[in-house]
């Protein structure tokens, strides 16, 4: 498996309720890297980062270089992928643009500026399209022929 080295993507963007952490305010027990890691809790060490589990093979596809932060996530929509930007701009680039339409071959993909907010929809499948549609009504949806 591989290391998260420098990338701290995933201690930084989520909020974390256990710590009162908010969304993109570093974790307490961040310093170059977790000073917890051995005991940390269950909230972090079920965390699966995309990068982290082989979503992609290629480094540049780290969190803290693409600028993404990829979640795979089971709703009552079916399994997909939640991308999170890191820094405004991040999913419109060369590597988000491809990042999302990989993982839109596979699933459906929420994009957001925030964690937990979804700015639109992707996917190759109309059926997963239509399907999400209805506990995302007002989202804006596209589909990758």
């Not at 170059?32 to 940390?40: D, G, K, L, S, V």
């Amino acid at each position: 498996m591989r290391s998260c080295d420098e990338c701290n993507a995933c201690c930084v963007l989520p909020a974390i309720d256990l710590f009162n952490k908010s969304i993109r305010e570093p974790c307490k027990f961040l310093d170059a890297c977790c000073t917890i890691y051995e005991t940390r809790p269950d909230v972090c060490r079920k965390y699966t980062c995309s990068w982290l589990f082989g979503v992609f093979e290629e480094d540049e596809m780290r969190p803290d270089k693409c600028g993404l932060l990829i979640d795979l996530n089971d709703t009552p929509a079916g399994t997909h992928y939640t991308v999170t930007e890191i820094w405004s701009g991040a999913a419109n680039s060369v590597l988000g643009k491809r990042a999302i339409e990989f993982l839109a071959q596979k699933s459906i993909v929420t994009i957001g500026p925030e964690v937990g907010q979804v700015s639109y929809v992707v996917a190759q499948d109309v059926e997963a399209l239509e399907k999400i549609q209805q506990f995302l009504p007002n989202m804006i949806m596209k589909q990758f022929i």
